[in-house]
């Protein structure tokens, strides 16, 4: 059964963390194939004493299993038993004729196990006996300790032909009765190299799943790695993890496993894996095991995936096992009347740190946060970069009722046809750039007409909704509804009307970015921070529609042009590498380019710069133009384009221009001029952060999404008959 149905552990290894024992979202991170070779053992140790890795599973049968489990142990590592029917040799004393191959005494292999079971070769009570000789072997190795679960090399567990052998060995051993059930959504499945045999896992997880809640085995109800492994990055884990669902269900834990296999680099000469010739093999060679320790020990994962409360670290032993009703079905029931549960999946351009997604986890919290009417909302994000064609096979998986999607081509593409009513939301890309590509066109006027309704967040976006739709106009339903974002905490006054301080000073100018610029001193090693000069920030993602290059000879050239010593400062995720490049070739004198910061990161510093720029060639409603004003800090300056206008008010809520001489003039008049420049730059701020704070309600935007998606589900509206879909495939 799914680890949701279970409570937390206040018994086991002296209880949980006060943070897991309350935490409705939890992420067990886990290394496969301890006991593979030193190199992978040292660099699973790492990733556990560095990075992210929470649990183990070890193999006893391979070369390095004894130390590895002795190592383990000392470190406090909670360890589980990863089953091995393919490769090395059989623990068992006993016969295993049909386990292995007659002529080498090993095991047949990833795929020549899998052949003899589909072929009715595999004798049960030769895998029952191995199973119980391997969680021995793991007690006598662990010094008696029990394993924290056990699942399965090469997923051997969850074959038709082992699963119940595999559930019934474990409840004989009385070990604890956790497993890995690798159900996972098809997020990158499309266009992995192994594909087949990923779907193929996928499959026989769902068969296995219907034996391990027989028997009584529970499971984590999310799983993810199975397209990640040797194709991982820190985006990629990202778009994984925003896959798993959210839920307004105050009383519900979501419990996710994150499956890896990092490593140090293997030494040529070096002994490990199984044998004949202990010899480690291409898997173990591949660069993707130092990748995965990396990304694992890489500050930015553990920042994007628990200090933003996206999940709290966790492992095996840190969940109760139901007990067992010898005799019974072992299914956890409740009681209780559950709450109409509804699942939204939020379809967006999900690259993490930039507008969209800042948009997609606004809006996610809306619908988790909200139990209005009594009913449940579950929420996942996709990102439409990469799920190829393989949205349907989300929507059964996680059995979505509705979507949203953010952007009319990105989202619309794969909604037009994904047979559940959705509600798009225009974006500037979508309605300024891509209307012109004829194709694009045709799939977004698709995407319009046969949606529930269209979200613009101004009038300029709706009328061009309208005007792509032409005479079919009266086929969508548009909604205006302004960006929003969160607002700094109010400033108090004293009784003597002084601003009161909230208690979050700034750090001096100077010293905060100098610090930040020097962090990121590998990406600029021909810049050098101004100290004492004007600090202008630029944060934007690296394409085409954002224009980094724009002002990038303004600040080149300063000396010549009259401009004071002044930084240029671009942050953001290259989503462009030939722009990236020529950026990056661009980075000197004072021009900086730091790449992506947290969102808390970006707020800081927007909190602290003279000045935050626009350069796009086109916008719907500037996210980071919200954010700025919500700061009460530096002056907007942005490119004087439709979308920017309708939040930036030429010298009333900041400064618009046309070229870069334009720029370069507004500068010396406003930025620069130390009286009469500064008292109107601080007049803009004030105007811009009242306006944001008229514009922005959370309340109702919370709501209008609520009322669209609960509309769009009664209305039924979606390419075929609304309803509730199967489990998986």
């Avoid at 790492?46 to 590895?68: D, Q």
């Avoid at 009715?120 to 072997?137: L, T």
């Avoid at 790695?225 to 990055?233: A, K, M, N, P, V």
């Avoid at 969940?319 to 019974?328: A, H, L, R, S």
Wanted: proline fraction near 5%; aromatic fraction near 6%; include cysteine.
């Amino acid at each position: 059964m799914p680890l949701s149905t279970t409570t937390m552990n206040a018994a086991n290894g002296g209880g949980p963390t006060p943070s897991t024992k309350t935490a409705r979202r939890l992420l067990i991170v886990n290394a496969d194939d301890l006991g593979y070779s030193a190199r992978r053992d040292e660099g699973i140790f790492e990733a556990f004493k560095e990075g992210c890795v929470t649990s183990a599973s070890l193999l006893v049968n391979a070369y390095s299993s004894a130390t590895a489990a002795s190592t383990a142990v000392s470190l406090k590592l909670p360890l589980g038993l990863h089953l091995n029917l393919t490769e090395g040799k059989p623990v068992s004393l006993s016969p295993k004729p049909s386990l292995i191959d007659p002529e080498t005494g090993l095991f047949l292999g990833k795929h020549g196990f899998r052949e003899a079971c589909g072929a009715g070769r595999v004798d049960e009570e030769e895998v029952r006996g191995e199973i119980i000789a391997q969680i021995n072997e793991f007690r006598r190795l662990t010094g008696g300790k029990d394993p924290t679960h056990v699942d399965g090399h090469q997923h051997c567990h969850i074959l038709r032909e082992v699963a119940m052998v595999f559930a019934c060995a474990l409840k004989e051993c009385r070990v604890p009765l956790r497993t890995r059930l690798p159900l996972e959504a098809p997020l990158f499945m499309a266009t992995a190299g192994n594909a087949e045999f990923l779907r193929s896992v996928v499959h026989d997880a769902l068969q296995a799943r219907a034996v391990f809640d027989r028997v009584g085995l529970v499971y984590p109800d999310y799983f993810v790695g199975l397209t990640l492994s040797g194709r991982s990055s820190i985006e990629r884990v990202w778009s994984s993890m925003m896959a798993v669902p959210w839920t307004s269900d105050s009383e519900q834990r979501i419990v996710c496993e994150w499956m890896v296999h990092p490593g140090l680099e293997e030494i040529k000469g070096n002994k490990g894996g199984f044998p004949p010739d202990h010899e480690p093999d291409r898997f173990a060679f591949a660069q993707d095991r130092t990748n995965e320790k990396a990304i694992l020990c890489d500050s930015r994962l553990k920042a994007i995936l628990v200090d933003s409360e996206q999940f709290t670290l966790a492992s095996f032993d840190d969940i109760d096992v139901p007990k067992v009703v010898p005799g019974g079905n072992n299914i956890t029931k409740t009681d209780t009347v559950k709450k109409k549960n509804l699942t939204c999946c939020i379809v967006t351009s999900a690259t993490p740190l930039t507008g969209n997604q800042s948009t997609a986890l606004r809006i996610r919290r809306h619908l988790t946060e909200s139990n209005k009417e009594d009913d449940t909302w579950n929420c996942l994000i996709v990102d439409a970069n990469e799920v190829g064609d393989d949205l349907g096979l989300i929507v059964k998986r996680y059995e979505v009722d509705v979507a949203l999607g953010i952007h009319a081509y990105r989202a619309g593409r794969l909604l037009v046809n994904a047979g559940i009513p959705y509600v798009l939301v225009l974006g500037g890309t979508d309605m300024n750039e891509m209307v012109h590509d004829a194709d694009k066109a045709k799939v977004m006027r698709a995407a319009l007409e046969r949606s529930f309704a269209v979200v613009a967040f101004g009038d300029n976006l709706a009328n061009k909704a309208r005007s792509l739709m032409g005479e079919d106009d009266s086929f969508i339903k548009v909604v205006i509804l302004p960006q929003t974002v969160g607002l700094p905490p109010p400033v108090k006054t004293t009784t003597s009307g002084e601003k009161e301080d909230r208690g979050d000073s700034k750090p001096n100018k100077d010293d905060y970015f100098e610090r930040l610029c020097e962090s990121k001193r590998s990406m600029n090693p021909s810049s050098s921070f101004v100290r004492g000069g004007l600090v202008f920030l630029l944060p934007l993602g690296i394409r085409p529609v954002k224009d980094p290059l724009y002002l990038m000879d303004v600040f080149h050239q300063q000396p010549e042009i009259g401009l004071s010593h002044a930084n240029l400062i671009l942050i953001g995720p290259e989503l462009d590498p030939d722009l990236g490049k020529l950026v990056r070739d661009q980075c000197r004198g004072s021009v900086w380019y730091l790449g992506p910061l947290l969102r808390e990161e970006l707020l800081r510093a927007m909190g602290i710069c003279d000045v935050v720029l626009n350069t796009s060639v086109s916008e719907g409603m500037s996210n980071t133009i919200l954010e700025a004003m919500s700061q009460r800090r530096a002056l907007v300056m942005a490119r004087d384009i439709e979308g920017n206008r309708a939040l930036v008010s030429h010298g009333q809520t900041g400064l618009l221009f046309s070229s870069p001489e334009e720029f370069v003039q507004l500068v010396k008049t406003w930025v620069m001029d130390p009286v009469e420049g500064q008292l109107g730059c601080r007049r803009m701020v004030e105007n811009a952060f009242n306006k944001v704070q008229a514009m922005v309600d959370g309340s109702k935007e919370r709501d209008t999404y609520l009322d669209l998606l609960r509309a769009a589900l009664l209305s039924g509206s979606a390419t075929e008959p609304n309803k509730k879909h199967p489990r998986m495939f």
